[in-house]
Protein backbone atom coordinates (compact mmCIF):
# COMPACT_ATOMS: atom_id res chain seq x y z
CA UNK A 1 0.00 0.00 0.00
CA UNK A 2 1.06 3.37 -0.97
CA UNK A 3 0.51 6.19 1.44
CA UNK A 4 1.18 9.77 0.74
CA UNK A 5 4.02 11.63 3.02
CA UNK A 6 2.58 12.96 6.20
CA UNK A 7 4.31 16.02 4.88
CA UNK A 8 1.99 16.49 2.18
CA UNK A 9 -0.84 19.13 2.60
CA UNK A 10 -3.32 16.79 1.26
CA UNK A 11 -2.84 14.38 3.96
CA UNK A 12 -5.46 16.45 5.77
CA UNK A 13 -7.80 17.57 3.32
CA UNK A 14 -10.90 15.25 4.09
CA UNK A 15 -12.83 14.72 0.64
CA UNK A 16 -16.51 13.44 0.83
CA UNK A 17 -17.43 10.31 -1.17
CA UNK A 18 -21.27 10.20 -1.06
CA UNK A 19 -22.28 6.53 -0.38
CA UNK A 20 -25.05 4.74 0.61
CA UNK A 21 -26.72 2.84 3.25
CA UNK A 22 -25.24 -0.61 1.86
CA UNK A 23 -22.13 0.97 0.76
CA UNK A 24 -21.63 1.82 3.84
CA UNK A 25 -22.66 -1.11 5.64
CA UNK A 26 -20.07 -2.94 3.70
CA UNK A 27 -16.97 -0.37 4.21
CA UNK A 28 -17.76 -0.85 8.18
CA UNK A 29 -17.72 -4.66 7.75
CA UNK A 30 -14.56 -4.76 5.86
CA UNK A 31 -12.96 -2.06 8.40
CA UNK A 32 -13.78 -4.15 11.23
CA UNK A 33 -12.98 -7.55 9.45
CA UNK A 34 -9.66 -6.20 8.48
CA UNK A 35 -8.93 -4.99 11.98
CA UNK A 36 -10.35 -7.85 14.08
CA UNK A 37 -8.58 -10.33 11.33
CA UNK A 38 -5.26 -10.43 11.21
CA UNK A 39 -1.93 -8.31 11.42
CA UNK A 40 -2.65 -4.88 9.93
CA UNK A 41 0.27 -2.44 9.49
CA UNK A 42 -0.09 -0.20 12.54
CA UNK A 43 -0.25 3.14 10.64
CA UNK A 44 -2.96 1.59 8.46
CA UNK A 45 -5.03 0.57 12.03
CA UNK A 46 -5.08 4.09 12.65
CA UNK A 47 -6.46 5.24 9.40
CA UNK A 48 -8.81 2.94 9.68
CA UNK A 49 -10.18 3.33 13.04
CA UNK A 50 -10.57 6.93 12.01
CA UNK A 51 -12.57 5.97 8.81
CA UNK A 52 -14.84 4.28 11.95
CA UNK A 53 -14.92 7.02 13.28
CA UNK A 54 -15.92 9.52 9.80
CA UNK A 55 -19.01 6.75 9.35
CA UNK A 56 -20.24 7.25 13.27
CA UNK A 57 -19.86 10.91 12.76
CA UNK A 58 -20.69 10.86 9.32
CA UNK A 59 -24.16 9.41 10.82
CA UNK A 60 -24.53 11.09 13.18
CA UNK A 61 -23.89 14.58 10.87
CA UNK A 62 -27.11 13.72 8.48
CA UNK A 63 -29.56 13.76 12.38
CA UNK A 64 -28.21 16.94 13.05
CA UNK A 65 -27.62 18.69 9.97
CA UNK A 66 -29.97 16.92 7.45
CA UNK A 67 -30.72 19.89 5.18
CA UNK A 68 -27.29 20.48 3.33
CA UNK A 69 -27.11 17.05 2.59
CA UNK A 70 -30.83 16.91 1.44
CA UNK A 71 -30.16 19.51 -1.03
CA UNK A 72 -27.79 17.79 -2.95
CA UNK A 73 -29.14 14.74 -3.28
CA UNK A 74 -32.37 16.79 -4.15
CA UNK A 75 -29.95 18.37 -7.10
CA UNK A 76 -28.18 14.87 -7.86
CA UNK A 77 -31.21 12.66 -7.99
CA UNK A 78 -29.78 10.51 -5.87
CA UNK A 79 -31.29 8.03 -3.14
CA UNK A 80 -32.57 9.18 0.51
CA UNK A 81 -29.95 7.01 1.87
CA UNK A 82 -27.10 8.75 0.29
CA UNK A 83 -24.45 10.94 3.30
CA UNK A 84 -21.34 12.38 2.70
CA UNK A 85 -18.50 10.07 4.39
CA UNK A 86 -15.48 12.29 4.44
CA UNK A 87 -11.78 10.82 4.11
CA UNK A 88 -8.34 11.81 3.52
CA UNK A 89 -6.54 10.62 1.34
CA UNK A 90 -4.49 8.00 3.35
CA UNK A 91 -7.62 6.97 4.96
CA UNK A 92 -9.16 6.40 1.21
CA UNK A 93 -6.04 4.17 0.48
CA UNK A 94 -5.63 2.21 3.23
CA UNK A 95 -9.97 1.29 2.68
CA UNK A 96 -8.94 0.26 -0.91
CA UNK A 97 -6.43 -1.39 0.16
CA UNK A 98 -8.28 -4.15 1.96
CA UNK A 99 -8.85 -7.05 -0.19
CA UNK A 100 -12.32 -8.03 1.37
CA UNK A 101 -13.73 -4.81 0.05
CA UNK A 102 -16.17 -5.74 -2.06
CA UNK A 103 -16.27 -4.30 -5.37
CA UNK A 104 -19.67 -1.97 -5.28
CA UNK A 105 -18.36 -0.25 -2.31
CA UNK A 106 -14.97 0.34 -4.10
CA UNK A 107 -16.67 1.27 -7.11
CA UNK A 108 -18.86 4.08 -4.84
CA UNK A 109 -15.28 5.41 -3.15
CA UNK A 110 -14.06 5.82 -6.42
CA UNK A 111 -16.57 6.56 -8.97
CA UNK A 112 -18.71 9.39 -9.50
CA UNK A 113 -20.24 9.91 -6.38
CA UNK A 114 -16.82 11.31 -4.80
CA UNK A 115 -16.01 15.07 -4.97
Avoid at 13 to 25: I, K
Avoid at 61 to 84: I, K, L, S
Avoid at 108 to 113: D, F, H, I, K, S
Wanted: charged share 20%.
Amino acid sequence: MSLPPLSDPAHAVLVPHWLSAADRRELERAVTDALAGGPVHPVAAVHLAEVLTELHVAAAREVVWPAPTARVRRATGWGEDVVPVRLSAVELASVLSLPDLALAAREALTGGRSA
